[in-house]
């Protein structure tokens, strides 16, 4: 069964940095690419950026670009969204998604999501 399960959300102040994990299972992660995107309370969802295959990172938001890395670890099959510099800006519940590469535009599987509030 596939799943994913994002965790290390949490309530930050402006400035400060988190760690958002992507855990998958059911599944060889070494063969997919995995996309991270957020929603914020009305708003739509976004995508944020994605890893491929080959370690290749795409962001989509330039507001992340230079704050946000991410990474992954095939044998631990994790995803990492590393966040610095936090905004309020950035508050969102935030979820990874699979799909065959970066570049396709359809995610077959999702977490449940993870909430990230930055506020001081």
């Known amino acids: 069964q596939v799943q994913l399960v994002e965790s290390g959300g949490g309530l930050v102040e402006p400035g400060e940095s988190l760690r958002l994990s992507c855990a998958a299972s059911?599944?060889?992660?070494?063969?997919?690419?995995i996309g991270w995107f957020r929603q914020a309370p009305g708003k739509e969802r976004e995508a944020v950026s994605c890893i491929d295959r080959t370690n290749a990172v795409t962001h989509y938001l330039d507001s992340v670009k230079g704050r946000f890395t991410v990474s992954r670890y095939n044998a631990k099959k994790m995803v990492y969204l590393e966040m610095n510099r936090l905004k309020p800006e950035d508050t969102a519940v935030y979820y990874c998604?699979?799909?065959?590469?970066?570049?396709?535009?359809?995610?077959?599987?999702w977490g449940p999501g993870t909430q990230v509030t930055v506020s001081s």
């Open positions: 998604a699979r799909k065959s590469s970066c570049s396709e535009s359809d995610h077959d599987h």
């Open positions: 059911g599944f060889t992660l070494d063969y997919y690419a």
